[in-house]
């Protein structure tokens, strides 16, 4: 194996699939767990952390380093890094013992929060006992992450040597790296130096090589390596190995083995579990499915005692992506009535919906609602219903819309995309509206999104226009834009 990273030296890293068990914390915090409320209520605000810990000892309680692994864990569910490694960082200052699985994690986190060269200092501040498998393996996970192979592979070479590669986890991240640059036949590589070595594939690594051939156009291939797991190691046959299976034959257009597929999630998924419910959902709706939809909903409600806003979301998208508007209306406004925390995720995705079946007034309405009961941001909200306008040639409510976003833009660092900034200018050439433009012009001041594309739009309106052009190269040189050769065409044209 240890030539295995001159073999993928051409390559470059992927996605990665998050750390296995032995580097995360354990358990969800209870609910009455009064410390991790008070953390979570926080928001993104830096420094915060370390002096509501401070606040809660100096109450008189006292703080266990289980409850504060159950925070850090929770918290890095919710992708709030920075609070989590504060937390660490708190924990080192008071000298707390840390095991191995600390230091993986402490380091993950700090990639997240600070960087990959932050994350490199970190490990080699460590002590050399302190650096084993679990911690090379989330140095390695960070490298895939950030998409530096070389280094990935390195690491990789050296946990070899040290014979620290004994299960699955560091090549799935290497596989997941793989395929998500498109390098599908070093995947399968991988896949063949697993055996040579005698490592044990899991359900991760099945999913992976299934993917590849996949993507490869090779849908017999991933039958095969669906056949070989539930023939050689059965027990890593679940419930994800056939939703991943059914993905497949949906991209592919084999909807009768999808559904076959899907029938097979549901005899092996357990009841219980959410994450299957939202799976089978959204892939019953990618077969077209609307009875099965409403099926697994209604079963998802009944069986588990609380429906999340995430449960929420899947079903509304997927309702939406099936043209059941009534039903997705239904849905949404079941939501509105007894959720606990209002989520502009759902707001957008009915958005969405109502705009795609050409519903403006009712996607405003939800707008407004969305605008009093939650804090945002809406500017991207605001810019599907300036895309909508826009294709209907109804140029006064987009440009209301701009500038609404626009107002708001520095809290937030919000730019319209390149597609919206050109859907505008086209309009203003077409109608010879140089009012407009120049009203749009200084929009797109306000959000620091004047260049020469935009100098050049201009220029053609005020020529098509036939009225007279004000000093276009001295306004550039004052909105610091450089005078290209097309604009000098352009202005010496008659």
Known sequence: ????????????????????????????????????????????????????????????????????????????????????????????????????????????????????????????????????????????????????????????????????????????????????????????????????????PDTCTYN?????????????????????????????????????????????GYQEKAKLALQNVEKEMDSHDREAYHFLISLYAGVSDLDSVHRVWKSLKSTLAVTTNRSYLVVLQALGNLGDIEGMTKCYKEWEAVCSSYDLKLAVAVIRAYLRYDMGEEAETVLEVAMRRSEGPFVYAWEQLMIFYLNKNQIRPALQHMETAASIAHENKWQPRSETIDKFLNYFKQERDVSLAEEFYHLMKRVNCVDSRLYESLIETYKASGETMPDMCSRMEADGVELSSDIEQLLASP
Request: hydrophobic share 40%; glycine share 4%; charged share 25%.
């Open 1 to 200: 194996m240890v030539n295995l990273s001159r073999q993928l030296a051409a390559g470059a890293p992927a996605f990665v699939r998050r750390l296995s068990t032995e580097v995360r914390a354990a358990a969800a915090p209870q609910q009455g767990d009064r410390l991790y409320r008070r953390l979570s209520a926080l928001g993104r605000n830096p420094g915060m952390v370390a002096r509501t810990i401070n606040e809660y000892i100096r109450e008189g309680r006292t703080i266990r380093k289980v409850e504060l692994e159950r925070c850090i864990n929770e918290l890095r569910k919710y992708k709030r890094y920075r609070d989590a490694l504060e937390i660490m960082e708190w924990m080192e200052l008071r000298k707390f013992n840390f095991n191995h699985s600390n230091y993986a994690i402490r380091l993950d986190l700090t990639a997240k929060a600070k960087g990959i060269a932050a994350a490199e200092d970190y490990f080699n501040s460590l002590s050399p006992s302190n650096v084993v498998h679990c911690v090379y393996g989330s140095l390695l996970n960070c490298y895939c992450n950030e998409k530096m192979a070389d280094k990935a592979l390195d690491i990789f070479a050296k946990m070899v040597e040290q014979n620290m590669v004994l299960k699955s986890l560091p090549f799935n991240n290497l596989m997941s790296m793989y395929c998500r640059l498109g390098q599908y036949e070093k995947v399968l590589i991988l896949g063949e130096e697993m055996k040579k070595g005698n490592i044990q």
């Open 208 to 252: 992976l090589l299934m993917n590849s051939h996949a993507n490869q156009n090779d849908i017999e291939g991933a039958e095969r390596v669906f056949e070989e797991m539930k023939l050689e190691n059965g027990k890593q046959c679940n419930w994800t190995s056939y939703s991943n299976l059914a993905n497949i034959y949906i991209k592919a």
